[in-house]
């Protein structure tokens, strides 16, 4: 969820945004509650050359949408994305432009199927502890209750991951009054294996903080980004969920994530080692855990026999994306598997995107095709 003014790349927004008029007609959404924000606008204000068509149209364009989380629930694909705003607040590297509000919540009956916007599940008012930034959520279902897991800084500027539950997909949400104990940082993703167990992945870098967790409490005076040198990266979180799924099951621990040679990605592996937006599938046995490499703009996937590794890195998911974020979610569905991520087509501004879907091939066995955008 992060961005840096200093190296945001915002690729040829004209063309694109003008055929997108026509497109997104053909692809109309409903929603059931008003929406809150105005409608995006192309951003004409710069001339552009000529495109070639994007990889896929934004599902919805009402409202501004990014790190789509995607489930089946109830024979329908339901998505949990951030729902962007125009905040007015100077970009930097700690994400503060990214002021997000509340949450909207999407559903179709197919990939290809019309999105209905469910108007918001969750608004930051209604989180007792919270202070600001409701950044990207995920969303798990279990004994008749759905779950929704959010970051958000608390009331000393602090990211924790909270939780709030509802009897149906749509929502609406009820948080519980406090954090979950021993979260921290950003990005919580939930995933729920075949022997029942349900793990959360969490963890981003520079404004998601996870760089001040090194001392096994909040520092703030450490510094803002990772280190830059040849030491290992900082990784990802995970940590196993109660069974009423609000707590952690045991510490906390940090995922390993190898080379090809069996040793520990390293900080200045910028192309390959975690950033940010973690995701865990699994398939074929096989787990694949799959982030983002945050200023190096890539999706990746490393593998595992286990869902806490350690993992051996793979390679490429998809390759940058229009904006500087990137942010996704991977589902099966009638037999094929999609991946749903974010760029930033409808706006030509990095903190103002849309989500997307496309599928998601794989090799013979078992590797993921890289996706050009």
């Given at each position: 969820?992060?961005?840096?003014?200093?190296?945001?790349?915002?690729?040829?927004?004209?063309a694109a945004s003008l055929a997108l008029l026509g497109a997104c007609q053909s692809n109309p959404t409903t929603q059931e509650t008003t929406a809150t924000?105005?409608?995006?606008?192309?951003?004409?204000?710069?001339?552009?050359?000529?495109?070639?068509?994007?990889?896929?149209?934004?599902?919805?364009?009402?409202i501004y949408t990014a790190d789509p989380s995607a489930h089946l629930f109830e024979g329908k694909i339901y998505i949990y994305p951030s729902h962007d705003?125009?905040?007015?607040?100077?970009?930097?590297?700690?994400?503060?432009?990214?002021?997000?509000?509340?949450?909207?919540?999407?559903?179709?009956?197919?990939?290809?199927?019309?999105?209905?916007?469910?108007?918001?599940?969750?608004?930051?008012?209604?989180?007792?502890?919270?202070?600001?930034?409701?950044?990207?959520?995920?969303?798990?279902?279990?004994?008749?209750?759905?779950?929704?897991?959010?970051?958000?800084?608390?009331?000393?500027?602090?990211?924790?991951?909270?939780?709030?539950?509802?009897?149906?997909?749509a929502g609406p949400f009820k948080a519980e009054a406090t954090p979950i104990a021993g979260s921290f940082s950003i990005d919580p993703a939930v995933f729920?294996?075949?022997?029942?167990?349900?793990?959360?992945?969490?963890?981003?870098?520079?404004?998601?903080?996870?760089?001040?967790?090194?001392?096994?409490?909040?520092?703030?005076?450490?510094?803002?980004?990772?280190?830059?040198?040849?030491?290992?990266?900082?990784?990802?979180?995970?940590?196993?969920?109660?069974?009423?799924?609000?707590?952690?099951?045991?510490?906390?621990?940090?995922?390993?994530?190898?080379?090809?040679?069996?040793?520990?990605?390293?900080?200045?592996?910028?192309?390959?080692?975690?950033?940010?937006?973690?995701?865990?599938?699994?398939?074929?046995?096989?787990?694949?855990?799959?982030?983002?490499?945050?200023?190096?703009?890539?999706?990746?996937?490393?593998?595992?026999?286990?869902?806490?590794?350690?993992?051996?890195?793979?390679?490429?998911?998809?390759?940058?994306?229009?904006?500087?974020?990137?942010?996704?979610?991977?589902?099966?569905?009638?037999?094929?598997?999609?991946?749903?991520?974010?760029?930033?087509?409808?706006?030509?501004?990095?903190?103002?995107?849309?989500?997307?879907?496309?599928?998601?091939?794989?090799?013979?066995?078992?590797?993921?095709?890289?996706?050009?955008?």
């Open positions: 969820m992060l961005t840096s003014s200093k190296t945001q790349r915002l690729a040829p927004v004209l924000t105005e409608a995006p606008k192309a951003d004409t204000t710069a001339a552009a050359p000529a495109a070639k068509p994007p990889l896929s149209q934004p599902l919805i364009s009402n705003i125009e905040a007015g607040i100077p970009e930097n590297d700690k994400g503060d432009h990214f002021a997000m509000r509340d949450y909207h919540i999407l559903s179709m009956d197919s990939i290809n199927g019309k999105v209905t916007d469910h108007g918001v599940g969750l608004d930051i008012k209604d989180i007792p502890w919270a202070g600001r930034q409701l950044w990207a959520p995920d969303a798990a279902f279990k004994n008749g209750t759905y779950y929704l897991y959010f970051p958000v800084k608390d009331k000393q500027d602090v990211f924790r991951i909270g939780v709030a539950t509802s009897k149906t997909p729920q294996d075949t022997d029942g167990n349900s793990y959360m992945y969490f963890g981003g870098l520079w404004g998601g903080q996870l760089q001040r967790w090194q001392k096994g409490a909040y520092d703030a005076n450490a510094p803002e980004k990772e280190p830059s040198t040849d030491v290992p990266a900082l990784n990802a979180r995970v940590g196993k969920l109660s069974a009423d799924m609000k707590h952690f099951d045991g510490p906390v621990q940090e995922i390993k994530i190898l080379d090809e040679a069996g040793k520990p990605l390293l900080a200045s592996d910028t192309k390959r080692r975690f950033f940010e937006g973690g995701w865990m599938h699994k398939y074929q046995g096989k787990y694949y855990f799959s982030y983002s490499t945050g200023d190096t703009h890539l999706l990746v996937y490393a593998t595992s026999a286990t869902p806490t590794g350690p993992f051996t890195y793979q390679g490429v998911i998809m390759q940058p994306v229009q904006g500087w974020t990137t942010h996704h979610s991977i589902i099966e569905k009638d037999g094929k598997w999609y991946i749903f991520y974010h760029d930033t087509q409808l706006s030509g501004k990095t903190w103002l995107r849309n989500i997307k879907v496309t599928e998601l091939k794989r090799r013979a066995d078992g590797g993921i095709e890289t996706i050009v955008p």
